[in-house]
């Protein structure tokens, strides 16, 4: 598998938003608006790629400050649920983000994802609140 990072607005980033929308927006009953895209400008936004170019997974780390990150925007394609793709994902954003110097990501889970999380040794910090209206949790990471 392959690990890339897309710059923004480019046709790979493209393909990101579409797997994003697919998989996070839809069932929600939502789309993204070009202001709430513009936003991700600064943004790094990755794939998860089959050694055919097929986008199976993908994330988007938005920089806090000093060595921290949230990441955000976690989607595995219907079809490759279930596989391990979530973990490989989270796992290579990890090592691109020790690579580059950061030491802490942070994120907001749904309920849903809180043991997928957890079993990559993201810890709660918090409690439970609505976000787009499903439950949500923050967690956190150090990379040690």
Known sequence: MWFVQHDFMSPGYDELVSLRTAELRIPLGLEFTADQLEQESDQFHFGLHLPDWHLVGCLSFRHLEGQSLAMR???????FQGRGIGRILVECAERWAKQHGFGRIELHARKTARPFYSK?????A?????????????MYKELV
């Open 73 to 79: 925007q976690v989607a595995v394609s219907k079809d």
């Open 120 to 124: 990559l040794e993201y810890h709660v």
């Open 126 to 138: 918090g409690d439970e609140y609505t976000e787009l209206g499903i439950a949500h949790i923050n």
